[in-house]
């Protein structure tokens, strides 16, 4: 190119070229021919306020995103800008993503272009809904009965009262004291009876409360003594006035004496501390007589004579001058000169143990008219040992005849008493085990450490330490005194106890071999020999895959398992019906139907009366007469039943419906719950009624069940695949159903659900605020759930507990169970012979069994529970007497016949006594002669049942004779 040519080009290539680029937008013209540029750029967002771009090349382009195009330029072939739903020229996502433009809800479409029905910037899909029906909040008109900004339908609602209106509505001239909750949901007291509650009357100063006892002081029966107008108790607590003795009577108001005279009552002196009492009569010192002035009342003085005058105020004799009268202080008189002899010692008390010498002559055991101690004292005498007694008045012995008694040659230290036993150690002769010619006696002081009377170094030393054995702390594993170190012996396991001192509880087959050094194949520290072998093979069963059907961990084939139907699977291994729990399947035996509803005679020994404790002002007790129950079901405050034939029936309180039973006559089972109950029918089909704030009495429709469980305010279900349902309030997950495959049984508590899965395990969810959500480890075969507990039932009757135990309620007690139910916050449990144990909460007695009942049936609500009776069998043929009617029941008393006749039948004809003349012996059809020669034919003791011993003594006799006579004649 010649210089100076102008050459429509990129940037770089102008750079590369040598030249110098004049700018973007500018072309150069040859003639009429326009050079043709590269290409165009299009940019996804505009730079420098451009999306098409002339002078990129397609590298640069790529550089900024660009889509290039070759030969094109930006009039002929302009880039399209899409979306653009504000036709500002700006693609939508670049104005998002530089920020011009917000897109709240993140849907890439500028807030500006989105719906906005209230027209404020703001998108519809972002603007508050809380009522999620899809329109803003704020294009509605939607009530906000406290004006709080925040609608109603968007604020949980509280109805204290129940009266359909939200508490937080009805606050305004309704809370007095301020604290949130509406007056008439609070317990509080009116006592001055102007409706207003007293805490308002004192918060407003309509009352005034002096005391601040919290009570209106015109409600106080304190007294106003002085007639002011303020209580006592006021007056003095504000000082308006005094109180001196702290009785709660104004002074002014207590008249009593001022001896003194100085305005204040003589006991608040003395209380105050103003007076002095000093004999305690209640009077001021110094109002009392007082003979010597000295401030100190008579009374108070001292009188050691007792004659009624103070010492003080008079002039006794005081010989020895020590202020005390000689009248009041107690002397003796040993010479009895009527000088008191401690005015007589003055060198007249040799031994200063304040006698008069005269008078202490004894002892004078050397008769010289100086006492003994006197002699002593003045060297008159010797005392070699220092005894007090004159050596010449004292024999004693000496044994080395050396004219000094042995005890002053120990003394003196002439002779060694190494013992200290009084006598001199040549004169006492002993053992010298070490023949140092020191008695072993002598040797021990810190040389016996085991304190056995022997000097250490002629103990034993079996281990040559220089120390006793004894005195060591040496190993004797056996306490056959003999320490291990000294005595050999086998150590197996190298423990570094001998094999001798560990075979206690760890040798079980007794070959004086540790346990733990034997073989054992499964590692579990039982030796093989000591190890179950019930078939004998030789190997433990423990070491070998024998089968067990019922985890009881006895292989089946060392058990006799019963195998009823012989197919080959023993009964306990089966999953059979067992209905009267007798160890046999129902399928191996044929049972009696008296009643032909399909239930087993044995299996339904259920009674004609429900039995109830606990509270009962709502009905919860009510006797429900007519109908024989199938079972019972208690909820919070009332029970619902199921009669043999698949009615409902229900009773107690009703507030939400609970008690009016839908008309069913297929159901099969039910369940309570809170404040609602479900039934299910034979079907698999759940029916449910009352409360339904929550769904709780809506079951799915598609559900069919084979067993339904209530809960405060959810339900769970297991469905007809082994899958557990769930419905009602989710609040803390309790209608979460985590992934448990088959379920066995479903329990629902209050804010928590339990189930028994397929491998008799337990799982739990929902509140865990008190563990009830989680269930321990094992295996069990029932649940039942209350408020925050719940309570299982093992396979060997025990029941374990979990969860809340405020009130005791997973507390159970030991032994084996039948059933189990959780109420509220209590339990109660059946145990096989009908007997009931109940535990936990008993506010309203609901835990307070009664006495001699005996249930088949027992359930728990909230503050009641309930149960039945067991059907009558007195025969024990498993067939209920009231199926028995026909079988005889001659006197009608409702006990049949054949249960009273091995009492009442004393001729033995299979009849009883009370239906018929059992004096007519012979039957002839009165009581003759005949019949009293019977009696005297066989007079004496019965051998056996004799018909003729009428009153059942044992022995034909004169009663027996009388009640003949006495029924004389044709029988009646």
């Not at 771009?53 to 290039?68: I, K, N, P, T």
């Not at 007798?582 to 087993?600: F, Q, S, V, W």
């Not at 039973?661 to 609602?676: C, L, M, T, Y």
């Not at 009231?882 to 049949?896: I, K």
């Amino acid at each position: 190119m010649d210089s100076g040519e102008c050459v429509d080009t990129t940037p770089q290539t102008c750079e590369d070229l040598g030249g110098e680029f004049a700018g973007v937008d500018l072309y150069c013209w040859r003639g009429d021919v326009q050079c043709d540029v590269q290409g165009r750029c299009c940019l996804p967002c505009p730079m420098d306020g451009v999306l098409c771009r002339e002078d990129f090349d397609a590298d640069m382009c790529s550089l900024f995103g660009g889509q290039w195009l070759v030969n094109a330029t930006c009039d002929s072939d302009a880039c399209p800008v899409e979306p653009d739903c504000n036709t500002n020229g700006i693609p939508d996502p670049c104005e998002i993503d530089r920020g011009s433009a917000s897109d709240c809800d993140v849907n890439g479409v500028p807030d500006e272009c989105d719906p906005d029905c209230d027209g404020d910037g703001f998108p519809d899909a972002c603007e508050l809904d809380c009522n999620q029906d899809g329109v803003p909040d704020d294009c509605q008109t939607l009530e906000d009965c406290d004006e709080n900004g925040i609608f109603d339908a968007c604020e949980p609602l509280e109805d204290c009262d129940e009266n359909g209106l939200s508490d937080r509505c009805e606050l305004p001239g309704n809370d007095c004291d301020s604290n949130g909750t509406l007056d008439g949901c609070e317990p509080f007291t009116d006592c001055n009876q102007n409706d207003l509650p007293d805490r308002c009357d004192l918060l407003s100063g309509v009352s005034e409360d002096c005391n601040h006892n919290l009570i209106p002081d015109e409600c106080e029966s304190d007294p106003d003594c002085n007639d002011n107008g303020i209580l006592d108790g006021c007056d003095i607590s504000s000082a308006t006035s005094p109180d001196c003795n702290t009785n709660g009577i104004p002074d002014e108001c207590e008249l009593g004496p001022d001896c003194n005279g100085n305005g204040i009552p003589d006991v608040c002196d003395l209380a105050q501390g103003g007076s002095i009492d000093c004999n305690l009569n209640s009077v001021p010192d110094e109002c009392e007589p007082d003979c010597d002035q000295d401030g100190i009342p008579d009374t108070c003085e001292q009188d050691c004579n007792q004659d009624g005058a103070p010492d003080d105020c008079q002039i006794l004799d005081d010989c020895d001058q020590n202020g005390i009268p000689d009248a009041c202080e107690p002397s003796n008189d040993c010479n009895l000169n009527e000088v008191p002899d401690r005015c007589e010692l003055s060198e007249n008390d040799c031994n200063g143990n304040h006698i008069p010498d005269e008078c202490d002559l004894n002892p004078d055991c050397n008769q010289n008219g100086v006492p003994d101690g006197c002699d002593l004292a003045s060297g008159s005498s010797q005392d070699c040992d220092h005894n007090q007694i004159p050596d010449e008045c004292e024999l004693g012995p000496d044994c080395n005849q050396n004219n000094i008694p042995d005890r002053c040659d120990i003394t003196n230290r002439t002779s060694m008493d190494c013992d200290n036993n009084t006598v001199p150690d040549e004169c006492e002769l002993g053992p010298d085990c070490n023949q140092n010619q020191i008695p072993d006696r002598c040797e021990l002081t810190e040389n016996d450490c085991n304190n056995n009377g022997v000097p250490d170094d002629c103990d034993s030393d079996c281990d040559a330490s220089g120390l006793p054995d004894d005195c060591e702390n040496l190993d004797d594993c056996d306490g056959n005194g003999t320490p291990d170190d000294c005595e050999p012996s086998d150590d197996c396991n190298g423990s570094g106890v001998p094999d001798r001192c560990e075979l206690g509880g760890n040798d079980c087959n007794a070959n004086a071999i540790p346990d733990d050094c034997e073989p054992d194949c499964d590692q579990d520290g039982t030796p093989d020999e000591c190890e179950a072998d019930c078939n004998q093979d030789g190997q433990p069963d423990d070491c070998q895959g024998l089968e067990d059907c019922d985890g009881n961990g006895i292989p089946d084939d060392c058990e006799n398992l019963e195998d009823c139907d012989d197919d080959g699977v023993p009964d306990a291994c089966q999953n059979g019906e067992d209905c009267n729990n007798n160890g046999t399947p129902d399928r191996c035996e044929t049972l009696h139907d008296c009643n032909a509803n399909g239930i087993p005679d044995e299996c339904e020994f259920f009674g004609l009366e429900a039995v109830c404790w606990g509270r009962s002002e709502e009905d919860q007790c009510a006797s429900v007469s007519g109908p024989t129950y199938r079972l019972l079901d208690a909820g919070r405050d009332f029970t619902v039943g199921l009669s043999l034939d698949g009615n409902l029936f229900a009773w107690g309180v009703n507030v939400a419906g609970q008690t009016d039973v839908p008309n069913i006559e297929n159901a099969r089972d039910v369940s309570a719950g809170w404040w609602h109950a479900l039934a299910l029918l034979d079907d698999g089909e759940v029916i449910g009624w009352g409360s339904n704030q929550f769904g709780q009495s809506t079951a799915p429709q598609s559900l069919r069940a084979l067993q339904i469980s209530a809960g405060d305010e959810h339900n769970l279900a297991i469905d007809t695949s082994g899958h557990v349902v769930a419905w009602g309030s989710n609040t803390f997950g309790q209608c979460d159903v985590p992934d448990l495959g088959g379920c066995l049984q479903v329990s629902a508590g209050g804010q928590h659900s339990v189930a028994i899965r397929e491998d008799g395990t337990l799982s739990a969810w929902g509140s865990n605020s008190n563990g009830q959500s989680n269930p321990p480890s094992g295996v069990v075969i029932s649940v039942s759930s209350g408020t925050r507990h719940s309570v299982a039932r093992r396979a060997d009757g025990s029941l374990v507990g979990w969860g809340s135990n405020l009130f005791g309620q997973r507390s159970v007690p030991s032994g084996s169970f039948i059933d189990v139910d959780c109420g509220d916050w209590h339990t109660v449990a059946l145990r096989a012979d009908g007997s009931v144990v109940s535990f936990g909460r008993n506010s309203d007695g609901q835990s307070q069994v009664p006495t001699d009942v005996f249930l088949r049936n027992v359930t728990a609500g909230g503050r009641h529970s309930i149960g039945l009776r067991w059907f009558d069998d007195c025969d024990s043929n498993g067939v209920p007497d009231q199926s028995e009617v026909d079988e005889g029941d001659c006197d009608g008393n409702g006990v049949l016949d054949v249960c009273e006749l091995h009492h009442q039948d004393g001729n033995q004809d299979g009849v009883l006594d009370q239906c018929q003349c059992a004096e007519d012996l012979d039957q002839d059809g009165g009581v003759w002669l005949s019949d009293i020669l019977r009696v005297l034919s066989v007079w004496g003791p019965c051998s056996g049942v004799c018909a003729e011993d009428l009153d059942h003594d044992g022995q034909v006799g004169y009663a027996d004779l009388v009640r003949l006579l006495s029924n004389f004649g044709l029988c009646q």
